[in-house]
T-cell receptor, first 113, second 115 residues
Framework: GQQVMQIPQYQHVQEGEDFTTYCNSS?????IQWYKQRPGGHPVFLIQ?????EVKKQKRLTFQFGEAKKNSSLHITATQTTDVGTYFC?????????????FGPGTSLSVIP | DTEVTQTPKHLVMGMTNKKSLKCEQH?????MYWYKQKAKKPPELMFV???????INESVPSRFSPECPNSSLLNLHLHALQPEDSALYLC??????????????FGSGTRLTVV
């Protein structure tokens, strides 16, 4: 079945450094979603990418969807302590008749002030 | 109203108890979901309701029984749970199953402990 992988599992950065997490799927995705979960919190939707090669920006966050629609990345420029949390990608399976969304294992970001 | 409300926030139950988790949304979303999340793991899909009908059951044990009384409410009935069922149970909703513009809105979850 479909598998969604993310690297790295953990990332510790100094405040002000950049951060990137990568998401890879074993199958072609219909779409990719990104979520952020703060410690003790619940996942919060950040963005959805649908088109091959799509790039979207939200302030310091840049999201990319690969040309083959099997990988994605989230890049944060100049991290802040408010960026702390676990970032999940979640992919929709193109082969199913519905957008069943599979979550990747997540990348946990720590920001050292 | 752009929230998904879950009650209770915390629940401790014995293995012989029967309890229910409740979820409510008033965003007009037609798809609702139950996820289970263990510590340091991603959310794991349990059930999907689309237009109040059960669309997906991810081979969840029968001790978990979902119910969708109307388009705004989703319940998860619990009976004879095991300690390994202790987890954060998250409810989520979306416009519909094939929405291309918006992701899922998650509730804050019910932290369940089975003793």
């Amino acid at each position: 079945g479909q598998q969604v992988m993310q690297i790295p599992q953990y990332q510790h950065v100094q405040e002000g450094e950049d951060f990137t997490t990568y998401c890879n799927s074993s199958t072609t995705l219909s779409n990719i979603q990104w979520y952020k979960q703060r410690p003790g919190g619940h996942p919060v939707f950040l963005i959805q990418l649908v088109k091959s090669g799509e790039v979207k920006k939200q302030k310091r966050l840049t999201f990319q969807f690969g040309e083959a629609k099997k990988n994605s990345s989230l890049h944060i420029t100049a991290t802040q302590t408010t960026d702390v949390g676990t970032y999940f990608c979640a992919g929709g399976d193109l082969k199913t008749s519905y957008d069943k969304v599979i979550f990747g294992p997540g990348t946990s970001l720590s920001v050292i002030p | 109203d752009t929230e998904v409300t879950q009650t209770p926030k915390h629940l401790v139950m014995g293995m012989t108890n029967k309890k229910s988790l409740k979820c409510e949304q008033h965003m007009g979303h037609r798809a609702m979901y139950w996820y289970k999340q263990k510590a340091k793991k991603p959310p794991e899909l349990m059930f999907v309701y689309s237009y109040e009908k059960l669309s997906i059951n991810e081979s969840v044990p029968s001790r978990f029984s979902p119910e969708c009384p109307n388009s705004s409410l989703l319940n998860l009935h619990l009976h004879a749970l095991q300690p390994e069922d202790s987890a954060l149970y998250l409810c989520a909703s979306s416009q519909d199953l094939r929405d291309r513009n918006y992701g899922y809105t998650f509730g804050s979850g019910t932290r369940l402990t089975v003793v």
